[in-house]
């Protein structure tokens, strides 16, 4: 199936406000995550200062990218697995648990970069994502998300 | 040993341009890390709007931090390695081959992060390196690092 709302679009407004995919972040990246077929699917294009040596991407901002693209196809997975339609309604949250990126080769700046996803395995509390980003049809970093539902502990700001 | 001056400060002005600790990248993060004793140190206070969920600081930044300061932790100890004083001249560029992030609780925002780092392994070629990150004195996320030394096919911008 294909969804023509971004997954990260469907996220409750109490939780939309993510640096790297909050649609309510005005200075963030805003990642687009969209259901491909079997996989999820984001296209996101580095701006020039985002670098880590002059001519190739600045390996965090890949860092971010996979996380995000991977918590999107966790939290698409879910509704799927439960019968829903993606843009029904809001699709659940999850956190990162765990991050894993292997840098293949360096990423040229000046192409849009592709990111493709998925789930590996899931049960109800967390998913596991394989990531790869590609630039130029060339795949240069591989990433996996450990997703996990997110916590009650994590739905109210912490007080200081 | 304590450095006066931070690690990423001593890297050649061709190669001092990454998003997340180059000097001369005006809109970066522009990280610090320093020796301090058998670690590296750097401290960075993230921006309101740099969160996962409110009152959260975004995994993304911190898998950022954790891998600058994992790679300027590898040029530090293959300077010490050499028997050559911090500061006495620039330090050597490594490129990130691997990232590992276990993010063992939510970071909560309104604080200085402290990240520490030792390196567990070395070669000529590589280095593993070990952080932690934390807030308020918990620490909220560790991290590896596998840094490589930078290779000649990144000393030239890429052609389109």
Redesign the interface.
């Given at each position: 199936m294909h969804t023509p709302r971004a997954i990260q679009d469907l996220y409750p407004d109490?939780?939309a406000?993510?640096?790297?995919c909050g649609r309510i972040?005005p200075?963030?990246h805003q990642l687009k995550s969209y259901v491909e077929g079997e996989e999820t699917v984001a296209r996101f294009t580095p701006r020039a200062?985002?670098?880590?040596?002059?001519?190739?991407v600045?390996?965090?901002?890949i860092?971010?990218?996979i996380?995000?693209h991977g918590i999107a196809t966790a939290a698409a997975a879910a509704e799927l697995a439960a019968g829903r339609t993606i843009g029904a309604g809001p699709v659940p949250?999850y956190?990162?648990?765990?991050?894993?990126?292997?840098?293949l080769a360096?990423t040229?700046v000046?192409h849009e970069l592709e990111l493709r996803s998925r789930v590996r395995e899931r049960n109800e509390r967390k998913a596991v994502v394989e990531v790869a980003l590609s630039a130029a049809g060339t795949v240069t970093a591989r990433g996996e998300v450990v997703a996990v539902r997110?916590p009650s502990?994590?739905q109210?700001?912490?007080r200081?």
């Open positions: 109490d939780f406000h993510c640096f790297g972040n200075h963030g200062d985002q670098v880590a040596l002059p001519g190739f600045y390996g965090g901002l860092a971010s990218l996380d995000c949250r956190v990162t648990g765990a991050l894993r990126v292997d840098y360096p040229p000046g997110m502990t994590m109210q700001p912490p200081r």
